[in-house]
């Protein structure tokens, strides 16, 4: 009898803290079911291109324990470093050219982010999961499928197992070959991870447009939403 009382004392107590936590957080305004997976209340900066130089490392980002930087083969057959992608937001996302539903979906996606913010100072990086098949012909011609930018929205390839290390390692998301998850990645202007973001939902889609609005014209402070203090 006495073990009996003693459970239902936990259990109420376990219902207590956890209706509290919810409290708290709906107090803070935090993250809500559809709302932003993480932030990390970067502010936003400015880099020049002097200071991207020097931040050229003088060895290949493969020798790296844990990368912090990449360079892939963007569709033109150009190599392009993260570093080029510094002094403004972009978004990152993962792909495969022959997926026939969810990664056209999402591209659509990034085609409606490129007309609403055509000519500011957003990017957008596509990267295959499907490195021995997207070569950069393929990904011209699929790049063309959406209207693609070339200065603006990017498609890189590679080697799948640095891919794999991109993703894990920089970008904090699970990719295979021909898996990835339905998350736009928001990068900052320094190169820092601002949120992920669930292109799916429409809630997260349309915080995603205004806190890049918000990136671009210097009015991003930071966010909360989705990390617990």
Not at 24 to 40: C, F, H, I, K, W
Not at 93 to 115: D, R
Not at 141 to 169: K, V
Request: proline content about 5%; aromatic content about 10%.
């Amino acid at each position: 009898m006495r073990t009996t009382v003693h459970l239902v004392m936990i259990l109420l107590v376990g219902v207590g803290l956890g209706l509290a936590i919810r409290a708290m957080r709906a107090t803070r305004g935090g993250p809500g079911v559809d709302e932003v997976v993480y932030t990390n209340d970067a502010p936003t900066v400015t880099v020049d291109a002097t200071e991207v130089e020097n931040m050229l490392p003088s060895h290949p980002p493969e020798d790296e324990e844990w990368l912090s930087r990449f360079e892939l083969t963007e569709r033109s057959g150009k190599t392009v470093k993260s570093e080029q992608l510094l002094g403004q937001p972009y978004v990152v996302s993962f792909f495969f050219s022959t997926c026939p539903s969810i990664c056209v979906q999402q591209n659509q996606k990034l085609k409606e982010l490129q007309e609403k913010f055509e000519g500011a100072g957003v990017r957008f990086v596509a990267i295959s999961v499907d490195p021995e098949t997207d070569t950069p012909e393929v990904l011209r011609e699929y790049a063309a499928r959406f209207g693609a930018d070339e200065n603006q929205w990017l498609f890189m390839t590679g080697d799948l197992t640095y891919i794999r290390r991109i993703g894990a390692e920089i970008y904090r998301q699970p990719v295979d070959q021909k898996f990835h998850s339905e998350r736009f990645v928001l990068v900052d202007p320094k190169g820092e991870i601002e949120g992920f973001y669930s292109w799916p939902e429409k809630h997260q889609f349309e915080k995603l447009k205004e806190t890049i609005t918000q990136m671009i014209d210097g009015t991003f402070e930071g966010n909360s939403a989705g990390k617990d203090s």
